[in-house]
C-alpha cells in the first residue's frame, strides 16, 4: 500500500474538494472513512451557538462535504464513525448527541439514495480513544460502559462492512447498569427491547420509580426525628459516598467537609451524575449545577436538609455550644489532627484498639481510624456517638 497524509479542514469544502482533485487517477478513490469528532461536553445552560458549532462542524458539516463530493464517484464504502451518545444520549453531550446523530440519518439517506454507507455509534475506545483516561475509565466501567478492546472493535468493523449494515452500535455495555445511571426520564426505545429481552417479566423502565420513591421516603423517615445537627451529618455521609462513585474515589472518607468539588475534579458531566444520584435518593427536584451552587459537603448537606425538611424542626437538643464545637471538629480532616499532634489524644478518647485493647500500637490505632468516618472518630472522642 502507498500512503499520504495531508493535513485538510475537511469541514472546508473548497480546501477538502482540492485534496481530493489530488488523487492520483491511477489510484482513484473507493472508499471515505470519517472519524472526526471533537468534545466540548456541558449542561444545556451553559451551551452556547460557539460551543455548538465547535462540536458540531467536524461532525456534520465535514460528512456533508465528504458526501456531496463523492456522491458521483462510485464508492464500495462509506463509512461513519458516530457514538453512542447520538443513540442513548448522555449526560453534558447535548451537542456531541445531535451531531452523531446526523451522522446516523446521512448514513440512512445514502442508502435511500442507492450510495454505500454505514454508521456505527461506537462506545467508548480503549487506549487513544477520545474520551479515556485512567481514573474516566474506571467510571465509565461503573456506569455500565466499558472502554472497548480496540483489535475487538476493528474486528467489529470489518464485520459490520461484510455484513453491509446500515447502522449498528458497537460498545462493552452492561445494559442494566447503563440504564440505571442514565436514570428513569433517560428511557430509550434501544434500552426498553434489550431490557425486555434479557427480563421478560421486568418492567420497560430503567430504573423503577416507586422503588425511588420509597428509597427518598425510607431515608427522610430515617432523618424526621433526629436533630438538625446530626441529619446534616447523615446527610454529608451520603453525598460524600456518593462523590466518591461518581469520582471513582477509592477513598471516600479522605473527602473533606470543607473540600471543594471543583478542586476534587467536578465538571458539569459529573455535576450532572451527582444531581441525578441525589435526585433519585432524596425525591428532590435538584438543578444540574447542584456542585457549583453549593460546592462542598457542608453546604450541599444543608442544602438537602433544607429541601426535605422547609418547615425545620426534628429533635430538639440542649447545648448549642456543644454542637458547634462537634461540628467545627467533625470538618477537620483527619491529616490535620495528626499534624498538630491531638491523635493520640482523640484515640483515646474514642478507644480504639485492636481487639478491645487499649494498648495496642500507634500504627494499628491509626490504621482502624483511616477505616472510619471523621465525623464518628469526633462523635465517639466526645461521647456522642449515640447522638
Known amino acids: 500500500a502507498r500512503v499520504s497524509v495531508v493535513a485538510c479542514d475537511v469541514a472546508d469544502r473548497e480546501a477538502l474538494a482540492a485534496v481530493l482533485a489530488g488523487v492520483p487517477r491511477e489510484l482513484p478513490l473507493t472508499a471515505v472513512v470519517h472519524t472526526a469528532g471533537v468534545l466540548d461536553d456541558g449542561v444545556v445552560d451553559a451551551l452556547t451557538v460557539e460551543r455548538a458549532a465547535g462540536v458540531l462542524r467536524p461532525k456534520v458539516v465535514a460528512a456533508r462535504n465528504l458526501h456531496e463530493l463523492t456522491a458521483d464517484m462510485g464508492l464500495s464504502a462509506f463509512v461513519l464513525f458516530s457514538s453512542a451518545a447520538g443513540t442513548l444520549g448522555g449526560p453534558g453531550q447535548g451537542s456531541y448527541a445531535a451531531g452523531n446523530a446526523y451522522l446516523d440519518a446521512l448514513a440512512l439517506q445514502r442508502r435511500a ?67 440505571g445511571e442514565l436514570g428513569a426520564d433517560r428511557t430509550t426505545a434501544l434500552l426498553s427491547e434489550l431490557l425486555e429481552t434479557r427480563r421478560p417479566t421486568a418492567s420497560l423502565t ?32 451520603l453525598v460524600r459516598q456518593h462523590v466518591a462513585a461518581v469520582l471513582a474515589h477509592t477513598a471516600p472518607d479522605a473527602i473533606g467537609n470543607d473540600r471543594s468539588f471543583t478542586e476534587l475534579g467536578f465538571d458539569s458531566l459529573t455535576a450532572v451524575q451527582l444531581r441525578n444520584r441525589l435526585g433519585a435518593i432524596t425525591g428532590l427536584e435538584l438543578p444540574t449545577t447542584l456542585a457549583f451552587d453549593y460546592p462542598n459537603l457542608i453546604a ?25 464545637i462537634r461540628e467545627a471538629l467533625a470538618s477537620v480532616p483527619l491529616a490535620r489532627f495528626r499534624e498538630a499532634g491531638l491523635m493520640d489524644t482523640l484515640l483515646e478518647l474514642a478507644q480504639i484498639s485492636e481487639s478491645g485493647s487499649e494498648s495496642a500500637p500507634q500504627e494499628v490505632l491509626s490504621s482502624a481510624v483511616d477505616t472510619m468516618d471523621v465525623d464518628d472518630l469526633v462523635q465517639r472522642a466526645l461521647g456522642g456517638a449515640d447522638l
Do not use: C, Y
Open 113 to 179: 439514495d442507492g450510495l454505500p454507507a454505514t454508521s456505527i455509534a461506537w462506545g467508548a475506545w480503549a487506549g487513544s480513544g477520545m474520551a479515556v483516561d485512567g481514573e474516566l475509565e474506571e467510571q465509565m466501567r461503573r456506569g455500565g460502559m466499558a472502554p472497548m478492546d480496540p483489535d475487538l472493535a476493528i474486528s467489529a468493523l470489518q464485520r459490520a462492512l461484510d455484513l453491509d449494515e446500515a447502522f449498528l452500535l458497537v460498545a462493552d455495555a452492561t445494559w442494566e447498569r447503563l440504564a
Open 206 to 237: 430503567p430504573s423503577d420509580p416507586a422503588a425511588t420513591e420509597s428509597a427518598a421516603t425510607e431515608l427522610r423517615t430515617s432523618l424526621e426525628a433526629l436533630p438538625s445537627a446530626k441529619r446534616q451529618r447523615q446527610l454529608r455521609k
Open 300 to 324: 450541599l448537606a444543608e442544602h438537602l436538609e433544607a429541601g426535605m425538611f422547609p418547615q425545620g424542626g426534628g429533635a430538639e437538643r440542649n447545648g448549642s455550644e456543644e454542637d458547634r
